[in-house]
Structure formats: structure tokens, C-alpha cells
């Protein structure tokens, strides 16, 4: 039996990882992956980047992960600006030189592992997405599961064949995706390990609690910009 957990959608939350990654020990899996939009928005980039080092996570690249997102409002754009000065030549250089997709082999399954989609790692995949729009962002891609994050929301959906599994966001898991609105985030931590021997697959979807107090201890404990606006967000 083979098992991998996969992880996404981190934004330097420290907590919430270890929160998981202390889950994951307790699962025995042979690989942990990460998804990208390893940092910004979260108090301890650094913290957080050299966790995943201590780990031996393989990671791909996220949209937020080259830190050019340049969000329209002034406090996302002093976080990102935050971020990158925290993060320093060395780091970025790293982060932007993580893939932007891999595949790996679980119990004879092809596994692709995306951000967004193989087409854009900003593309949202959602339980409404038309199978048209799936097929075509898709095209010319091998695989009998992919993988993926970006939306903030746990999915498990079939496109014909193949499934399409979202794990969620371990840093800032969303009620719902974005749609332009601030969104209502969650006081959890979500992830998700695929299991797999002789072409026998199982997804699951696992949700962890996150300590609100520890949390917010690190937020206020950093220098990160609005800091007590932004954790308004999970604690009301």
C-alpha cells in the first residue's frame, strides 16, 4: 500500500501545518506533496519554508508563491510587499523555481498534481465547473487522478474516467470559493492522503483542528501588516 498526503494552500500559517503535519505522523504515509501558495498572506513565511525543508516535502509552485499577485487592496498589497522582504534573494529564487505540476504513481494510478489546473494555477475547479471547461483545461494531459487546490474548498468530483480531488487549504480554508467577496474562513485545517495498492484507490479528505489562541499568539507575535484586522477574519 502506498500513501501519499497532500497539502495545499499553506500561506506561511506554521501552526496550522504542524497541526496537520502531526495528523500526518500518525498515518504513516510514504510522501507528503505540497500544492503550492506555500507563503504570503500568513505570518511565518520563513518559519513555514524551513518546515517543509526539516519534512522533505516536494513542493510545485502556487500563484501566490512568486509573490506578483499585486492584489487590488492596500493591506493584501503590504502583506505581499511584507513577504517578500521576509523572504529574502534566496527564497524567492527557490520559490520560483518550483514546477508547476509533477506526476506520481499510487497503486498503479497515474496521480497529476496541479496548483489551479494543468492549463493555470489560478483556474478554480468547482463542483459546478461544466465538464466542457474541465475537458478543455485538461487537454493533452495524461492522468487517472488529479490533485489540486487553490479554491480554499475540499472537492471530489468525477470527469468521466478520472477523478478530480481538491484537499482544501491547510492555512485558510474557505466556506466557500472566492468570488470577489472577503471570504468566511474556517477554524480548521484541511488536507488530503490518497491510498492506493493494485489499482485499488481511496481519497480522504481529513479536516484538523486549528488552536485559534497559538494562532493568533503568532500572528500578533510578528510583524505582519494589520495584523489584528486580519485575524478578524477567523476569529468572528
Not at 510545485?60 to 502583506?79: A, M, S, V, Y
Not at 534566496?90 to 506520481?104: D, K, M, W
Not at 496541479?114 to 465538464?131: K, Y
Not at 492555512?171 to 474556517?186: H, T, V, W, Y
Amino acid at each position: 500500500m502506498r500513501r501519499v498526503a497532500f497539502i495545499s494552500d499553506l500561506h506561511a500559517n506554521l501552526v496550522a501545518v504542524d497541526a496537520v503535519l502531526a495528523d500526518i505522523d500518525r498515518l504513516d504515509v510514504d510522501e507528503i506533496i505540497c500544492l503550492g501558495d506555500i507563503v504570503d498572506l500568513g505570518p511565518q513565511p520563513c518559519e513555514l519554508l524551513d518546515r517543509l525543508h526539516e519534512r522533505e516535502v516536494r513542493c510545485i509552485r502556487g500563484n501566490h508563491d512568486t509573490l506578483d499577485e499585486h492584489p487590488p487592496h492596500h493591506l493584501l498589497l503590504e502583506i505581499e510587499a511584507w513577504t517578500e522582504a521576509q523572504l529574502g534573494e534566496a527564497r524567492l529564487a527557490e520559490l520560483a523555481g518550483l514546477p508547476e505540476q509533477l506526476t506520481v504513481e499510487i497503486g498503479g494510478a497515474q496521480v497529476l498534481c496541479v496548483h489551479g489546473s494543468p492549463r493555470d494555477d489560478t483556474d478554480q475547479i468547482l463542483a459546478c465547473t461544466p465538464r466542457e471547461t474541465l475537458v478543455s483545461w485538461v487537454a493533452d494531459h495524461e492522468f487517472d487522478v488529479m490533485v489540486g487546490g487553490h479554491t480554499h474548498v475540499q472537492l471530489l468530483r468525477r470527469l468521466d474516467a478520472r477523478l478530480i480531488v481538491n484537499v482544501g487549504s491547510v492555512g485558510m480554508p474557505f466556506e466557500r470559493a472566492f468570488d470577489g467577496d472577503a471570504p468566511k474562513i474556517l477554524p480548521w485545517c484541511e488536507y488530503g492522503v490518497i491510498s492506493g495498492e493494485n489499482g485499488v484507490l481511496s481519497v480522504d479528505l481529513r479536516r484538523v483542528p486549528l488552536d485559534l489562541e497559538r494562532f493568533a499568539a503568532s500572528v500578533r507575535g510578528s510583524s505582519l501588516p494589520g495584523a489584528d484586522r486580519w485575524l478578524e477574519q477567523w476569529l468572528t
